[in-house]
């Protein structure tokens, strides 16, 4: 091989600029022998040869030879300088996303601990809010002083039991003695005549005038004081609600069926307990079945009367025809006082007889009680 080719081709100029003592040298320097005379001049060095290999890496730690690519000493362990800023992206990459991983699990550890270990929330108890209105003023009613004696509910008085064969109704009532009225002066009074409801009664003076007086208020009745008077044991769907006589209302009436066998005669009627004895003076009917034959009786005591035959009872005024709506019949003995008073009701006016197949009726709409002056 040529020297020559190998030689570092820097070097290569620094020789063409010297002539070369090679070529002049006696041919036995060439072979090795010694040069003919000492102030010769010394031979040129030789040329050197470049590998472009480049040098051996050692550790700057402990002088270990490295192996290309190696960034760590196997002997010391101790890093290559510049190894670590080499692969900078890579591991700072890796240590970033490890970081962000461990504070994830971190957190999610943390939040399923506190899950466990918080306590169930409890439900609150519901509120009640209470609003505040504004109080309702009760409406004014006249206050009623009632009677003595236990309210309850109307009922029907049958004194005597219903026996299989009709009793004998009796057509007329007897009519009791009552005590001989005695009167002043020249006039006289009229009893027992029956007069349309005016809210007025007329009373004749001793010199021949006439005053007219004006009607006292009726007498307070507790709500179950009338009851039907059913001495003969009669069916008691033939009757109404004998309250409705005493109600205040004439729209509403306590009712009376006609018997169609022994029509127009009736022997029935409508009873009134004052639950204590009073005086009193007229009694003012109002009915929707004008015409009927009708009778007040009066009597003491703790039950009525069990038949109208009883010589308990005492006739207050005679049989008259109540040929109006409204009629006022005025009382005898209106000095004496009795607990229980009785519309007796003796014939059926003809428009209220009915048939056997659809029976008639009388009403009481209203019945009022007055005190006696």
């Given at each position: 091989?040529?020297?020559?080719?190998?030689?570092?081709?820097?070097?290569?100029?620094?020789?063409?600029?010297?002539?070369?003592?090679?070529?002049?040298?006696?041919?036995?320097?060439?072979?090795?022998?010694?040069?003919?005379?000492?102030?010769?001049?010394?031979?040129?060095?030789?040329?050197?040869?470049?590998?472009?290999?480049?040098?051996?890496?050692?550790?700057?730690?402990?002088?270990?030879?490295?192996?290309?690519?190696?960034?760590?000493?196997?002997?010391?362990?101790?890093?290559?300088?510049?190894?670590l800023d080499g692969g900078g992206p890579g591991w700072r990459?890796?240590?970033?996303?490890?970081?962000?991983?461990?504070?994830?699990?971190?957190?999610?550890?943390?939040?399923?601990?506190?899950?466990?270990?918080?306590?169930?929330?409890?439900?609150?108890?519901?509120?009640?809010?209470?609003?505040?209105?504004?109080?309702?003023?009760?409406?004014?009613?006249?206050?009623?002083?009632?009677?003595?004696?236990?309210?309850?509910?109307?009922?029907?008085?049958?004194?005597?039991?219903?026996?299989?064969?009709?009793?004998?109704?009796?057509?007329?009532?007897?009519?009791?003695?009552?005590?001989?009225?005695?009167?002043?002066?020249?006039?006289?009074?009229?009893?027992?005549?029956?007069?349309?409801?005016?809210?007025?009664?007329?009373?004749?003076?001793?010199?021949?005038?006439?005053?007219?007086?004006?009607?006292?208020?009726?007498?307070?009745?507790?709500?179950?004081?009338?009851?039907?008077?059913?001495?003969?044991?009669?069916?008691?769907?033939?009757?109404?609600?004998?309250?409705?006589?005493?109600?205040?209302?004439?729209?509403?009436?306590?009712?009376?069926?006609?018997?169609?066998?022994?029509?127009p005669k009736m022997a029935e009627g409508l009873a009134i307990?004052?639950?204590?004895?009073?005086?009193?003076?007229?009694?003012?009917?109002?009915?929707?079945?004008?015409?009927?034959?009708?009778?007040?009786?009066?009597?003491?005591?703790?039950?009525?009367?069990?038949?109208?035959?009883?010589?308990?009872?005492?006739?207050?005024?005679?049989?008259?025809?109540?040929?109006?709506?409204?009629?006022?019949?005025?009382?005898?003995?209106?000095?004496?006082?009795?607990?229980?008073?009785?519309?007796?009701?003796?014939?059926?006016?003809?428009?209220?007889?009915g048939t056997a197949t659809a029976p008639g009726h009388v009403?009481?709409?209203?019945?009022?009680?007055?005190?006696?002056?």
């Amino acid at each position: 091989m040529n020297p020559q080719l190998l030689a570092d081709s820097t070097a290569a100029p620094e020789s063409e600029l010297k002539p070369s003592t090679a070529a002049e040298a006696p041919e036995d320097s060439l072979n090795g022998s010694a040069p003919a005379s000492p102030g010769a001049a010394s031979s040129p060095p030789e040329p050197t040869l470049s590998t472009n290999e480049p040098a051996a890496r050692t550790c700057a730690k402990c002088g270990a030879t490295l192996d290309e690519g190696q960034d760590w000493c196997l002997q010391c362990g101790a890093a290559v300088p510049g190894s670590l800023d080499g692969g900078g992206p890579g591991w700072r990459s890796a240590t970033t996303v490890l970081a962000v991983t461990s504070v994830l699990v971190l957190g999610a550890a943390a939040a399923a601990y506190a899950a466990l270990t918080q306590p169930t929330p409890r439900k609150p108890a519901p509120r009640v809010i209470t609003i505040a209105q504004a109080p309702v003023t009760p409406p004014v009613t006249t206050p009623t002083t009632p009677t003595p004696g236990g309210l309850g509910t109307p009922t029907t008085i049958n004194p005597l039991p219903s026996t299989s064969t009709a009793p004998k109704i009796p057509l007329t009532a007897p009519t009791p003695k009552s005590s001989p009225s005695t009167g002043s002066g020249t006039g006289t009074t009229n009893s027992g005549t029956g007069e349309s409801g005016t809210g007025t009664n007329k009373s004749s003076t001793g010199n021949g005038g006439t005053t007219t007086t004006e009607q006292p208020s009726p007498i307070l009745l507790d709500t179950n004081a009338a009851s039907t008077y059913n001495p003969y044991g009669y069916s008691t769907s033939w009757f109404g609600d004998p309250s409705l006589a005493i109600d205040g209302e004439t729209s509403t009436a306590w009712t009376a069926q006609v018997n169609p066998a022994v029509a127009p005669k009736m022997a029935e009627g409508l009873a009134i307990d004052l639950k204590t004895a009073l005086k009193v003076g007229s009694v003012k009917l109002i009915t929707s079945t004008p015409g009927m034959t009708v009778q007040v009786y009066g009597a003491n005591g703790t039950t009525l009367p069990a038949s109208i035959t009883d010589a308990a009872w005492v006739a207050l005024s005679p049989s008259l025809d109540a040929k109006k709506r409204s009629t006022t019949v005025k009382l005898r003995d209106s000095g004496k006082a009795f607990r229980f008073l009785t519309l007796w009701i003796s014939q059926a006016p003809k428009s209220a007889v009915g048939t056997a197949t659809a029976p008639g009726h009388v009403s009481v709409n209203e019945l009022e009680l007055f005190e006696a002056k």
